[in-house]
């Protein structure tokens, strides 16, 4: 039995060309995996953070021009404060600087990120395909 363990968001919507915001780097009907959403004051769309298509950078995004696909929130995310009523719930290794450092190309930032995108994607396989991969056996009941 396969166990969804991620939040998925669909690109539905493109921007007007009004917003001087370019969409290009985003498929419409593609869905995408999500790495945190933003919450924010005043009545502002939420924002996901998702991996553009392009270079696969994650940036965050406004809710609205996305459907989303499954709302699991996995087990080890967090809700992290950053005062003025903006909240992220996002993986804990996610928590404090770690945006900005990825943003400047620190190392260890990007290999959180790349060791947090491999646990997300592995979370959702079955056990039984991880034993295979690892060990070249399926490890299924034949019953």
Same mark, same amino acid.
């Given at each position: 039995m396969k166990r969804q363990l991620k939040m998925k968001v669909k690109f539905v919507r493109l921007r007007t060309p009004e917003s001087g915001v370019d969409d290009s780097s985003f498929e419409l009907g593609k869905v995408?995996? +999500?790495?945190? !959403?933003?919450?924010? #004051? $005043? $009545? &502002?769309?939420?924002?996901?953070?998702?991996? @553009?298509d392009t270079d696969k950078t994650p940036v965050m995004r406004e809710l609205q021009y996305f459907e +989303? +696909?499954?709302?699991?929130? #996995?087990?080890?995310?967090?809700?992290f404060d950053f005062g003025g009523g903006v909240y992220r719930l996002e993986p804990k290794e996610f928590g404090g600087d770690f945006w900005d450092r990825f943003h400047? /190309?620190? *190392?260890?930032? *990007? %290999?959180?990120?790349? &060791? +947090?995108?491999? %646990?997300?994607?592995? /979370?959702? !396989?079955?056990?039984?395909? &991880? !034993?295979?991969?690892?060990?070249? %056996?399926?490890? @299924?009941?034949t019953n």
């Open positions: 995408y995996l +999500v790495f945190g !959403i933003q919450f924010q #004051p $005043g $009545g &502002r769309s939420p924002l996901v953070t998702v991996q @553009r +989303v +696909v499954d709302s699991t929130v #996995p087990d080890e995310w967090c809700l400047d /190309a620190d *190392e260890d930032a *990007e %290999k959180t990120f790349e &060791r +947090v995108v491999e %646990k997300i994607n592995a /979370a959702s !396989i079955p056990v039984h395909c &991880r !034993i295979a991969c690892m060990t070249g %056996k399926d490890q @299924r009941s």
